[in-house]
Structure formats: C-alpha cells, structure tokens
C-alpha cells in the first residue's frame, strides 16, 4: 500500500510539507504528492526491481541474521520485480515506512513532469523543490549524493531508519505497523 494523502504522514512533517508545496507554488510550480506513507511491501518491490537474485538473497540471508524475519518475508513475498533503480532503500530502512518522507511530481500543463533539466519560465520545479525544502530544514533527495531522488523529501537528517535504530527494533516496528497487511 502507498498512500498520496498528506494527512498520513507525521504530524510534525505534514506543516512543513504543506507550507513547501504552497511556497513552490507562490513561485509558479505544482509539485503534487505521488507517495507519502509506504509500507514495507511496497518498499520491497521498489528495491527489488533493480537487484538481481543474488543481491535478493543475500539480503533476506542478512536479515534473518539480524532477527530481522518480518523484513525478510516482505522482501520474499512480492516476488520478482523489474524496472529502473528507484531506492537503495530495502523494507524498513526508508522514511517512507516511519510516515516521513513523500515524493512529488511536477504538474507542467496539466501533466507529470518528470525531468529534472527541463526548464519552464527558466525553473526547473524539481530544483526548486528541493532548494525550498532544504529552506525549510528538511532533507531533499535531489541534493543526496549517490542515486539522487529529486521527488523524495524527508523530515529527518539522518539517511534512514538503521542510522538511529537497530534491525531489529526496525523489524518489530514495522511488523506492528504493517503485519496484518501481509
């Protein structure tokens, strides 16, 4: 399940969300929510698209080593995936999961922009997105430096989830939260 609804994410992200998207749109760019809440499964399929099966199993491998069982059968239960790298982000370990993080797209014309070089009015909404963002103290993935995420902004500094809890703690996080969707 992914969810687009501002209302799903933390209360302390969903203001400053609203406030960037009503500033980018003062300077003339729509940036609309595609993905805020994710949950685990969903996750899996992201990363999955783009791992072949050794990377697949040597993940499951290292989260059953971490008692982190939960994360490993969302990875095993969506199957093969293919597609695009979109996150380096397995189950669990994307903002995503914890309610903040969201992704938008432009809206040119009625329509999804998805270029992040393509310029209208001499703005690129995606950079200005991102610049807004970092305004507002919170973290745009198109300024990251690997695999840069120009839709994804995210309440904390840290990278993700393992940066401040351990696998398992993440693991029992998330099988409460997402358990009965399996």
């Known amino acids: 399940m ?5 209302k799903d994410l933390v209360t302390q992200f969903r203001t400053p969300v609203r406030t960037l998207l009503e500033q980018c749109r ?32 040597e993940k499951i491998k290292q989260f059953r ?3 982190a069982d939960f994360l490993a059968f969302c990875l095993e239960s969506v199957g093969p995936q293919s597609g695009s790298p979109v996150t380096n982000a397995p189950p ?8 903040e993080a969201v992704d938008c797209f432009w809206v040119v ?19 200005l997105y991102a610049a ?16 840069k995420d120009w839709p994804h902004v995210q309440l904390q500094t840290a990278s993700g989830p393992l940066s401040l809890f351990s696998l398992a703690e993440i693991n029992t996080t998330m099988k ?7």
């Open 132 to 147: 807004e963002a970092e305004k507002l103290g919170l973290t745009a993935g198109g300024f990251w430096r690997r695999l």
């Open 65 to 67: 080593a971490a008692g």
């Open 26 to 57: 003062t300077q003339g760019v729509e940036m609309r929510p595609s993905q805020t809440l994710r949950d685990p499964f969903e996750q899996a399929k992201l990363w999955r698209q783009s791992r072949s099966k050794e990377e697949i199993r």
């Open 92 to 99: 669990g370990l994307s903002w995503h999961q914890w309610a």
């Open 109 to 127: 014309n009625g329509q999804a922009e998805w270029s992040t070089t393509k310029k209208v009015n001499g703005v690129n909404g995606y950079q």
């Open 2 to 6: 992914a969810s687009r609804d501002l």
């Open 176 to 182: 409460e939260r997402f358990e009965h969707q399996a």
